[in-house]
């Protein structure tokens, strides 16, 4: 079975300073992974994915992901946040692309 | 624009009350999905639908049943509610073909049981 583990259940950090929210897997087979965001009372929006291909993804608002194979992380990095940035990060895991599997989440508070 | 549509952001319930919680997506998409949200333990599957009139359980369906007799309409059902089913429920569709995979999600339901 596929898990995944945000090791962070919350992050604080000064606006403009970088930020790393950490996310690894288990799973024996090939996965997708993603990186999801929630604002505060909205739902969930894609932020980035990797189905294959380069390993390092880009979302269009600055935020990165890589996928480590061999130490099974999807780590999310971005080397600057902003205020508005402050929401919940989600990391999940496919193994086929269509039942996800989440972790707990990880609160990124961005302070001014 | 997508557009996924939950029916109630928020919802007060009774214990052993029947409660329905809809969802209505307007992109054509074949796969519905139905989660609750925990602080601390991220979303869970409760169930989802590759089609019509076709569900599977999740993780977690203990409680719940589900309903999907049009191909945007996907009901959540909590036979009789208890306090343990106080949480958020997030609905998601999602594309069955392509190479996408994204899930497009509700922006929820609130329930509280007491």
């Known amino acids: 079975a596929q898990s995944v583990t945000q090791l962070d259940s919350q992050v604080p950090v000064f606006e403009e300073a970088p930020v790393e929210l950490r996310c690894n897997y288990s799973?024996?087979?090939?996965?997708?992974l993603f990186w999801y965001v929630q604002y505060p009372n909205q739902g969930l929006q894609l932020l980035l994915k990797?189905?294959?291909?380069?390993?390092l993804v880009e979302s269009i608002n600055g935020f990165e992901a890589e996928f480590n194979k061999s130490q099974t992380s999807f780590h999310l990095r971005k080397p600057s946040v902003h205020i508005s940035d402050t929401a919940e990060y989600f990391c999940?895991?496919?193994?086929?692309?269509?039942?996800?599997?989440f972790g707990a989440g990880t609160i990124l508070r961005v302070k001014s | 624009d997508v557009k996924v549509t939950q029916s109630s952001r928020y919802l007060v319930k009774r214990t052993g009350e029947k409660v329905f919680l809809e969802c209505v997506q307007d992109?054509?998409?074949?796969?519905m999905f139905w989660y609750r949200q925990d602080p601390g333990l991220g979303l869970r599957l409760i169930y989802f639908?590759?089609?019509?009139?076709?569900?599977e359980k999740g993780d977690i369906p203990e409680g719940y049943s589900v309903s999907r007799e049009k191909k945007e309409r996907f009901s959540l059902i909590l036979e009789s509610a208890s306090t343990n089913q106080t949480s958020m429920y997030l609905c998601?569709?999602?594309?069955?073909?392509?190479?996408?995979?994204?899930?497009?999600f509700g922006p929820g339901t609130r329930l509280t049981v007491t």
């Open positions: 999940a895991v496919s193994k086929r692309g269509n039942k996800l599997v």
């Open positions: 799973s024996s087979v090939s996965v997708y």
């Open positions: 990797y189905l294959s291909g380069s390993t």
């Open positions: 992109m054509d998409h074949e796969n």
């Open positions: 639908s590759y089609d019509v009139k076709m569900k």
């Open positions: 998601a569709t999602q594309l069955r073909q392509g190479d996408s995979y994204e899930q497009y």
